[in-house]
């Protein structure tokens, strides 16, 4: 009889989104151009990423970042038309936007505490909610496949533990709209993996039938140990950034997401399949740290190199398309 360290539902593979694009890139002062952004997203292709959110329909006033995010999307779905491509929505402009550059995968994201909410949306929870919900039963008509992100889920910075009731009725309301996967985000990076574990079985217990995956960011060096946390309760799909890059830009001292590197080394491991190439990895964290002319936080971002030799982009070029603009 095989341990519980070795069963097949603690070996199952997992599913890596990649959000540097967005979520890495949003609180970054030196702005990347479209050329940047697109060679990048090539990049990610050739290590193997099957999901990349490239940017967030917001105003590009707020975030400057995610400026031109609507050719960033025409270009992605043209050079590579297989691959799952998604973006951030958080209200009606931003959905209509993303409906008319051809995007067929999109999260839809609301936060379950008043302060947060407030700052990030303008208005409260339940109102935001309310809106979210609105907005999710339109695009699911439309065809579009969504996932609803629940920010905050595990405690807000400015008004600490929130209710997990709150999250279940969140999670509850954004299933019933249409919500093909639930994404609980550590926005303010407070979880602990008992937390992680505790509200996962709470989510499971409530809405048995729910496809949950997790957005953590890597605060008071936990980020790896929720990851792993989150897997053994069940889940199979997270959310990563390479490098460790990104934050919440409306939340002072919200750390970087759990780097990419990192979560392929620590299921790799364990004897997890991830489809992700650590050569290749390695190959996108030189590129980000060359542009932004400093180290990134990711504890194995030499690690995947062997020999220091540079591996060729052969994924890119069997599409046909170039990488750059």
């Known amino acids: 009889m095989l341990s519980p360290e070795f069963s097949p539902e603690l070996s199952a593979p997992v599913l890596l989104e990649e959000q540097s694009l967005r979520d890495g890139l949003q609180s970054e002062a030196r702005l990347f151009s479209l050329a940047e952004r697109l060679e990048i997203a090539g990049l990610l292709v050739t290590a193997g990423f099957r999901r990349v959110q490239i940017g967030s329909f917001v105003?590009?006033?707020?975030?400057?970042?995610?400026?031109?995010?609507?050719?960033?999307?025409?270009?992605?779905?043209?050079?590579?038309?297989?691959?799952?491509?998604?973006?951030?929505?958080?209200?009606?402009?931003?959905?209509?936007?993303?409906?008319?550059?051809?995007?067929?995968?999109?999260?839809?994201?609301?936060?379950?505490?008043?302060?947060?909410?407030?700052?990030?949306?303008?208005?409260?929870?339940?109102?935001?909610?309310?809106?979210?919900?609105?907005?999710?039963?339109?695009?699911?008509?439309?065809?579009?496949?969504?996932?609803?992100?629940?920010?905050?889920?595990?405690?807000?910075?400015?008004?600490?533990?929130?209710?997990?009731?709150?999250?279940?009725?969140?999670?509850?309301?954004?299933?019933?709209?249409?919500?093909?996967?639930?994404?609980?985000?550590?926005?303010?990076?407070?979880?602990?993996?008992?937390?992680?574990?505790?509200?996962?079985?709470?989510?499971?217990?409530?809405?048995?039938?729910v496809v949950l995956s997790l957005h953590l960011h890597a605060t008071g060096e936990l980020g790896l140990a929720n990851l792993l946390a989150g897997y053994e309760a069940g889940v199979r799909t997270f959310d990563v950034a390479t490098g460790g890059l990104g934050g919440c830009p409306f939340l002072k001292g919200a750390a970087g997401n759990v780097a990419a590197e990192d979560a392929v080394r620590l299921f790799e491991r364990r004897g997890v399949v991830t489809g992700i190439d650590r050569h290749h990895l390695a190959t996108v964290i030189r590129r980000y740290e060359h542009l932004l002319g400093r180290e990134l936080p990711g504890r194995m971002r030499r690690a995947p190199a062997a020999a220091g030799q540079e591996p060729p982009l052969d994924r890119a070029k069997k599409t046909g398309n170039s990488v750059f603009l």
């Open 59 to 209: 105003d590009p006033r707020r975030v400057p970042q995610m400026t031109r995010i609507e050719e960033l999307a025409e270009r992605v779905r043209t050079a590579w038309p297989e691959q799952v491509w998604s973006a951030l929505v958080l209200n009606a402009k931003g959905l209509d936007r993303a409906m008319r550059c051809g995007l067929r995968h999109l999260s839809l994201s609301v936060s379950v505490a008043d302060a947060h909410s407030r700052t990030n949306a303008g208005c409260t929870a339940a109102e935001a909610l309310d809106t979210m919900v609105a907005l999710m039963r339109q695009a699911v008509a439309w065809g579009i496949t969504i996932r609803a992100g629940v920010q905050c889920a595990f405690g807000c910075a400015a008004e600490g533990d929130v209710a997990t009731a709150t999250v279940l009725h969140a999670v509850r309301r954004l299933i019933a709209a249409g919500a093909a996967e639930i994404n609980l985000a550590d926005t303010a990076g407070l979880a602990s993996p008992f937390e992680v574990k505790r509200l996962v079985a709470r989510v499971r217990e409530t809405v048995p039938e």
